[in-house]
C-alpha cells in the first residue's frame, strides 16, 4: 500500500530549531529536494494522502475532502516559507531566492512555468494542482512534480503570507535584524544580486547597504561603514558561516546625518 513517507514540516524545524548535525541537516535537505520540491515550490508531503470514503481511520481532513487542495494543504505557503526561512539558515542562497520567487505572485509564470494565472496583487494559501477530484490526484501526482499538470492559486486570500514574506526578504536575504543592543548582518544572497542595493533606517538613519556578493553567498567576510572597516563578532550557526554581530552603540556612533553606506563582502 502506498503511503506518506516524507514530511517537510519536522524536517526544516529540525534545522530552524539546529536539533540536527550538520551531516543530518545535509542528509534531510537532500531528502527534501529529491522527494518534496514540486515547480511551484515545497509541498508537505511526498504523495497526497490517500482518500478512500467511508469511515475516517488516520486522518479527518484527509480522509474525508474530495477536493485535492488547500483541505488537505499539500502546497500551503506559509510552510513554503518556511521552507525558504530554513534554506537561508542552512545557507543555499540559490534555493532560498526561488523560494521567495515562487511565492510571489507577480511574475509567476516566468518562475512556475505550469502556473495557472493568478491575481498579482495578493498571496494565495495554497498551490493546488488541477485535478477533477482526489483519486486523479492520487494516479497522476508525479505528472504534477514533472510541470505536466497545471497548478492555480489555492480558495482564499493568505493575508498574512505578504508580511511573512517581506520579514524574510528582510530578515534572510538581505539580512538585516535589529535589535536593542546589537545589530545583525547576515545576507543570504545569490551571485546574480552581486551589486544589490537596499536602503534601510537603521537607529533612525538613512543607510544604504552595497551587497558585494559571490559564493557561497552568506557569512559576511567583512563590513565598511562610511568607508571605514566596522568591527563585529560572529554569530553563531552550526551549518555555516554565521552573520556579523556589532554592538548597536558602536554603529550609531559610526553613523552621520544624510545618507550612510554599508558595505557588505560575502565573498
Known amino acids: 500500500m502506498r503511503g506518506i513517507r516524507y514530511r517537510l514540516l519536522p524536517m526544516i524545524h529540525a534545522i530552524l530549531a539546529d536539533l540536527l548535525s550538520p551531516a543530518q541537516a545535509q542528509a534531510h535537505v537532500a531528502l527534501i529536494r529529491e522527494h518534496l520540491l514540486g515547480p511551484d515550490g ?23 475532502s474530495s477536493f485535492f487542495g488547500r483541505e488537505i494543504g499539500i502546497m500551503y505557503t506559509h510552510a513554503h516559507l518556511r521552507y525558504a526561512e530554513a534554506m537561508a539558515h542552512w545557507g543555499d542562497a540559490d534555493a532560498l ?31 493546488d494542482g488541477c485535478f477533477a477530484d482526489r483519486y486523479e490526484a492520487d494516479a497522476h501526482y508525479q505528472d504534477l512534480l514533472a510541470g505536466a499538470v497545471p497548478v492555480e492559486c489555492g480558495w482564499r486570500v493568505y493575508s498574512s503570507g505578504a508580511g511573512i514574506a517581506v520579514r524574510l526578504i528582510r530578515e534572510c536575504l538581505l539580512g538585516v535584524r535589529q535589535g536593542r543592543s546589537r545589530l545583525i548582518i547576515d545576507p543570504v544572497l545569490p551571485e546574480s544580486l552581486d551589486g544589490l542595493r537596499a536602503r534601510f ?48 552603540d558602536a554603529f550609531r556612533g559610526r553613523l552621520r546625518e544624510g545618507r550612510n553606506q554599508l558595505v557588505v563582502e560575502l565573498r
Do not use: K, W
Open 42 to 64: 515545497a509541498r508537505l508531503f511526498d504523495r497526497p494522502p490517500r482518500y478512500q470514503g467511508g469511515l475516517q481511520q488516520r486522518f479527518q481532513r484527509a480522509e474525508s
Open 97 to 127: 531566492f526561488l523560494a521567495l520567487r515562487q511565492a510571489n505572485p507577480i511574475g509567476l509564470s516566468a518562475v512556475v512555468g505550469s502556473a495557472r494565472p493568478r491575481q498579482a496583487n495578493c498571496y494565495a494559501s495554497s498551490s
Open 201 to 248: 533606517e537603521l537607529a533612525g538613519r538613512d543607510v544604504e547597504i552595497v551587497y558585494r556578493t559571490g559564493a557561497p553567498g552568506c557569512g559576511p567576510t567583512s563590513l565598511a561603514l562610511n568607508g571605514r572597516p566596522l568591527a563585529f563578532e560572529r554569530e553563531h550557526n552550526p551549518y555555516r558561516t554565521g552573520g556579523a554581530e556589532v554592538a548597536m
